[in-house]
């Protein structure tokens, strides 16, 4: 997954792990960005009685480095309060929920939002409402105008929306944890020595039918620049989610309580970053640091097991990038893509990432590159320089971007003089948008509808 | 909006911090904490500080290193005293290091009796 229970210790404490970080200027308002941090993976959506909602103990932060340091330059920070009408029932909801202020609907949330700026902390709002979970036609059947309800318009071209969203992120988990055997290619797997799969055979998408909880927020893109006129038009974006140190479990009042300072327990940037790069045993660590402590994760950058094994895996199908990796050679084109953005120059002279030397894992967005009117899920391989990896969009087809990365596909980009293996533009695990049933929206939070209990699974 | 890079992404308080930046839960505060009998662990941990009073004066507070400072730190660790429960982890017995924590405070205290002494009452 993007960064789905992605290390060992994030993956025990779901409402702190984030699983997708989305950031481009708004299609429809293209003087605005758009950024979405999604967490609490794998959502079924029947998650009754208890259903999915924010921690009240955690705090969600996007950040953004608008000077290339990779420090949070601004944040925007929300905390969550839940509260229960009627502590009396075993029930989410006892009647149809016709509006987020309707009397059947017993556990609410609602958040408030800050911005911290400049070494000022300031509350953009507060008590803005959740909207339900997407419960079933009796419960919530209207739900696409609940969750209208819930975006809210702040003072200063600010929208805002928290919630349940259908995740948008299409993947085929089940092949790819098998020891990476890609569908479409499985008949070309070593297979361990196992006689099986003797033909191609299209994905299947893990992630279809679920749902996330997204914190999306809106704001004019004169408000996450650089200031001035010699400010760069690139920013870095990721989210961080932070729990205080201490947890006592209080038997008498049957409820956790914390103590000490918040410390970062979940990061995303880039997707997949921690997820395939970094090794099993610093996964954690990895969440715990800002990124401009990622000096240290740059080997599994510049030289990532993956481009190894694909090797392995699929015997004799990649035999330029099995050269590539014997010859030690660091990967200065995924460190660009990346891990400092890439240099204008290098696509074209005028397109950049570029953030400066300073290696972090950012979303990285030129805020100054319009909307495509062609959108191309291959983002910037497919030509579209409005797409991954610059920012990334909702249905930009991250995974089959740098699979096709990893195995080679971006290196001529910094050694022209190599070839791509022909499979390295090919490799894929055969999901687009497609594999995702609920469509995406074209207006903010641009994540399509949450998926029903009553309807799903299918 | 500016191009000021922020501490972990927060302001400085206007709480005390020390020289790495780490807000302090002052003497008297802890104190105060004690004398107020704090509730849940603190409340069994700080029962036998009403007789630690030669001990605390003896105490050594250090700066819990790489901890920087956050808005939220600070406000809790104003004085005169945390009126809060107050959670301290006897992190090493043999040292005497302790970290004490209330509200959003934090911080680490050497005192080798005051942790013998905690660590007797466990048994």
Redesign the interface.
Known sequence: MSSHREAPEISKDPVADSTDVYAFVSPDQPNTVTLIANYIPLQEPAGGPNFYEFGDDVRYDINIDNNGDGKADITYSFKFETQLRDPDTFLYNTGPILSLDSKNWNRRQFYTVSLISGGVESVLASKLACPPCNIGPLSTGNYATLADEAVHHLPGGTTVFAGQRAEGFYVDLGSIFDLGNLRPFENLHNKFGMHLFNKPEPGVNGANRLNVHSIAIQVPISQVVAPGSGGSPVIGVWTTANRQKVRVWDSEAGENQNFGPFRQVSRLGNPLFNEVLVPLGKKDLWNSLPPSKDKKFASYVTNPGLAGLLNVLYPGVFPNLAALVASGAARADLEAILLTGIPAGIISSTFTTFTGPVLSDMLRLNTSIPPASSPNILGLLGGDVAGFPNGRRVFDDVVTIELRAIAGVTYPLVMPSYTPDGAASLVTDGLTPDSVKAPYLDTFPYLGVAYDGFHNPA | ??????A?????GSGAPDEQGQ?RVSRRSLLGAAGIGAA??AAGAFGGLAAAGPALATTKREPAKQ?PA????HHEAAQPAARE???V?VRDPRTGELDV??????TRVHDPDLAARLTRTIG
């Open positions: 909006m500016t191009g000021n890079d922020q972990e992404g927060r302001p400085e807000p849940g662990i901890e956050r808005n939220e730190e429960p107050v959670v982890h924590y209330s509200g959003t405070s934090h």
